[in-house]
């Protein structure tokens, strides 16, 4: 964690310092169209605007039309604008204001499947707070054998004391929800719902939509009904926000990033699951003005969210690669497809949003259990295909591994993966189906799948138990629990996880009896290597999230 925390608190300094002269700058002091190319007419295109400082200026508006463009969303407290502009010489124009530190296309920048880090404050919230909270059943869920991953962490255990409050909201930033399905329409908020595509938000669950699948399964993982039928999530009793950032074929773009994060923090979201990094690099250099604008306009959104009390929760990705000694990026830009192109990358290139500081970042376990142990409970093997690192991974959850398997006969039938809610009639491999006796929605759907995006949407759903235990309405500026305090509870409580001495061999599938050095990062090629003692590993950050020890703010609970 130190060294990409030092590496932007740099960044942030110097922003502060450009934020102080851009205070004093005269109004009249303006950007020169004069100056800058006139272009051509092209195709219309989206395109991100950094202002220097803390926020946009009044006249963004004149200024984005005197180049060419109109203005979508204007996110002036954090000085973030999202732009529409058919003028080829948009970007340059608005880099010709000197107030404009960064303008850049984001059709080439969008984000995907990732996440995190964060610091830790002290004692607040470690008594329960004054939440309605109510207990929740796990047994009696149709498919609760199949639920290998909450057993695996302890959800059950916990949910005798608390299955979450209603007064909390969950929100994931992902492809949509499917609001109609029976075991999430009833903890759905509508007015806590968006779509976020364009870059300003649509409210609404009915815009929010999905239309990918991903979305519907991590908010099943985090918050899934407490109603004898499916699965049960981990947080049962909160409600459930979707925050659509993703196109269908799952890409996020960075306006739709950037609009989620301020309508988290406008609406005092309680916690956002973030399964996904920004397309279309994998790495993001502070080097590259393009990926460096749109590291810092996600950054600033993040941290706008972080002030209003919410909790940012994010997977670490699914590359197989040590996020803390990157080398090498083979997959960006990854659109539009097929642009490729192999490069070297350094610790100045960061995955977002996992490296962005305050995050809490999630690394994949399957149910095998490994050669060493640490804490109360047996160890499971880091998934072959999470990327971790000594500086991003605060906590491991499960995420599902097809090619090692435990012997849970639950994780057995669903064949190592994580069982969640689905839309109804979207492609699965590995499906149940319940019928509901709803002539509205007459068999709801679910799907066991595999990585990190699996795992965050558990430590999210931990988020909101722990601020439904926690929490308190007293200071609403900060939120329920302030995100270091959740992210205490979280860390302090998790089950600590030792590096392993010897690695297995694949029990499962094609690729049954491969060793698992034979899984190598899918950038640089190079064998995975845990580093660390069991207080804190780059492979398991500070250990396997457990529910009952985070929900009694005791570790030797369980
Ligand atoms: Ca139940
Ligand atoms: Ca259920
Ligand atoms: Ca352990």
């Given at each position: 964690?130190?060294?990409?925390?030092?590496?932007?608190?740099?960044?942030?300094?110097?922003?502060?310092?450009?934020?102080?002269?851009?205070?004093?700058?005269?109004?009249?002091?303006?950007?020169?169209?004069?100056?800058?190319?006139?272009?051509?007419?092209?195709?219309?295109?989206?395109?991100?605007?950094?202002?220097?400082?803390?926020?946009?200026?009044?006249?963004?508006?004149?200024?984005?039309?005197?180049?060419?463009?109109?203005?979508?969303?204007?996110?002036?407290?954090?000085?973030?604008?999202?732009?529409?502009?058919?003028?080829?010489?948009?970007?340059?124009?608005?880099?010709?204001?000197?107030?404009?530190?960064?303008?850049?296309?984001?059709?080439?920048?969008?984000?995907?499947?990732?996440?995190?880090?964060v610091e830790a404050?002290?004692?607040?919230?470690?008594?329960?707070?004054?939440?309605?909270?109510?207990?929740?059943?796990?047994?009696?869920?149709?498919?609760?054998?199949?639920?290998?991953?909450?057993?695996?962490?302890?959800?059950?255990?916990?949910?005798?004391?608390?299955?979450?409050?209603?007064?909390?909201?969950?929100?994931?930033?992902?492809?949509?929800?499917?609001?109609?399905?029976?075991?999430?329409?009833?903890?759905?908020?509508?007015?806590?719902?968006?779509?976020?595509?364009?870059?300003?938000?649509?409210?609404?669950?009915?815009?929010?939509?999905?239309?990918?699948?991903?979305?519907?399964?991590?908010?099943?993982?985090?918050?899934?009904?407490?109603?004898?039928?499916?699965?049960?999530?981990?947080?049962?009793?909160?409600?459930?926000?979707?925050?659509?950032?993703?196109?269908?074929?799952?890409?996020?773009?960075?306006?739709?990033?950037?609009?989620?994060?301020?309508?988290?923090?406008?609406?005092?979201?309680?916690?956002?699951?973030?399964?996904?990094?920004?397309?279309?690099?994998?790495?993001?250099?502070?080097?590259?003005?393009?990926?460096?604008?749109?590291?810092?306009?996600?950054?600033?959104?993040?941290?706008?969210?972080?002030?209003?009390?919410?909790?940012?929760?994010?997977?670490?990705?699914?590359?197989?690669?040590?996020?803390?000694?990157?080398?090498?990026?083979?997959?960006?830009?990854?659109?539009?497809?097929?642009?490729?192109?192999?490069?070297?990358?350094?610790?100045?290139?960061?995955?977002?949003?996992?490296?962005?500081?305050?995050?809490i970042g999630?690394?994949?376990?399957?149910?095998?259990?490994?050669?060493?142990?640490?804490?109360?409970?047996?160890?499971?093997?880091?998934?072959?295909?999470?990327?971790?690192?000594?500086?991003?991974a605060d906590v491991?959850?499960?995420?599902?591994?097809?090619?090692?398997?435990?012997?849970?006969?639950?994780?057995?039938?669903?064949?190592?993966?994580?069982?969640?809610?689905?839309?109804?009639?979207?492609?699965?491999?590995?499906?149940?189906?319940?019928?509901?006796?709803?002539?509205?929605?007459?068999?709801?759907?679910?799907?066991?799948?595999?990585?990190?995006?699996?795992?965050?949407?558990?430590v999210?759903?931990?988020?909101?138990?722990?601020?439904?235990?926690?929490?308190?309405?007293?200071?609403?500026?900060?939120?329920?629990?302030?995100?270091t305090?959740v992210e205490q509870l979280i860390t302090q409580t998790a089950?600590?996880?030792?590096?392993?001495?010897?690695?297995?061999?694949?029990?499962?599938?094609?690729?049954?009896?491969?060793?698992?050095?034979?899984?190598?990062?899918?950038?640089?090629?190079?064998?995975?290597?845990?580093?660390?003692?069991?207080?804190h590993?780059?492979?398991?950050g500070q250990g396997?999230v457990d529910?009952?020890?985070a929900?009694?703010?005791?570790r030797?609970?369980?």
């Open positions: 964690m130190l060294a990409p925390r030092r590496r932007l608190s740099r960044l942030l300094a110097g922003a502060a310092v450009i934020a102080a002269t851009g205070i004093v700058m005269p109004t009249a002091a303006l950007p020169t169209a004069a100056a800058a190319p006139a272009g051509a007419t092209g195709p219309t295109e989206t395109y991100l605007v950094l202002f220097k400082g803390s926020s946009s200026p009044a006249d963004a508006a004149v200024t984005v039309a005197r180049a060419g463009g109109t203005v979508v969303a204007d996110h002036a407290k954090i000085g973030v604008l999202v732009a529409r502009s058919d003028n080829t010489a948009f970007a340059d124009r608005m880099r010709a204001d000197n107030r404009v530190e960064g303008a850049t296309a984001t059709a080439d920048y969008a984000t995907r499947i990732d996440d995190g880090v404050d002290a004692a607040e919230g470690s008594q329960p707070g004054e939440l309605p909270n109510a207990p929740a059943t796990d047994e009696d869920e149709t498919f609760w054998n199949l639920q290998w991953d909450m057993r695996q962490m302890q959800v059950d255990q916990a949910h005798t004391v608390t299955g979450g409050s209603e007064a909390v909201v969950a929100g994931t930033i992902d492809t949509g929800v499917d609001y109609r399905h029976p075991d999430l329409r009833a903890n759905m908020s509508d007015a806590d719902s968006v779509n976020c595509l364009s870059g300003a938000p649509v409210p609404g669950m009915v815009a929010a939509d999905d239309d990918n699948g991903h979305g519907t399964h991590t908010a099943g993982t985090m918050a899934a009904a407490d109603n004898s039928a499916g699965i049960v999530g981990v947080a049962p009793n909160v409600k459930i926000a979707a925050l659509k950032a993703a196109t269908a074929e799952g890409y996020f773009f960075a306006e739709a990033v950037v609009c989620s994060f301020v309508w988290a923090g406008d609406r005092k979201l309680d916690v956002t699951n973030n399964s996904y990094f920004v397309d279309p690099y994998l790495f993001n250099c502070r080097n590259e003005e393009t990926q460096r604008t749109i590291w810092k306009a996600v950054q600033r959104a993040v941290r706008y969210a972080m002030n209003q009390g919410v909790t940012v929760v994010a997977s670490e990705g699914n590359n197989s690669e040590d996020l803390s000694h990157p080398t090498t990026d083979a997959t960006s830009p990854d659109f539009p497809p097929g642009n490729e192109v192999t490069r070297d990358v350094t610790n100045a290139c960061v995955v977002i949003p996992v490296e962005i500081p305050g995050v999630v690394t994949a376990t399957g149910s095998f259990v490994q050669d060493t142990a640490e804490g109360q409970y047996p160890d499971n093997l880091k998934s072959y295909y999470s990327s971790f690192g000594m500086s991003t491991a959850a499960p995420g599902g591994d097809f090619y090692f398997r435990g012997t849970d006969p639950g994780a057995q039938a669903i064949q190592g993966q994580v069982l969640s809610t689905w839309p109804e009639g979207f492609p699965c491999t590995r499906s149940r189906q319940e019928a509901t006796g709803d002539p509205t929605y007459p068999t709801a759907t679910y799907c066991g799948i595999q990585g990190t995006s699996m795992a965050g949407p558990h999210a759903g931990l988020a909101a138990l722990v601020i439904s235990r926690y929490g308190d309405l007293d200071t609403p500026q900060n939120g329920k629990l302030r995100p305090q089950d600590p996880q030792a590096c392993p001495e010897t690695l297995p061999n694949a029990t499962s599938g094609r690729l049954a009896g491969q060793p698992y050095s034979a899984f190598v990062g899918s950038e640089s090629g190079a064998v995975q290597e845990c580093q660390g003692n069991g207080g590993t780059s492979w398991y396997q529910a009952l020890a929900v009694t703010n005791d030797s609970n369980g």
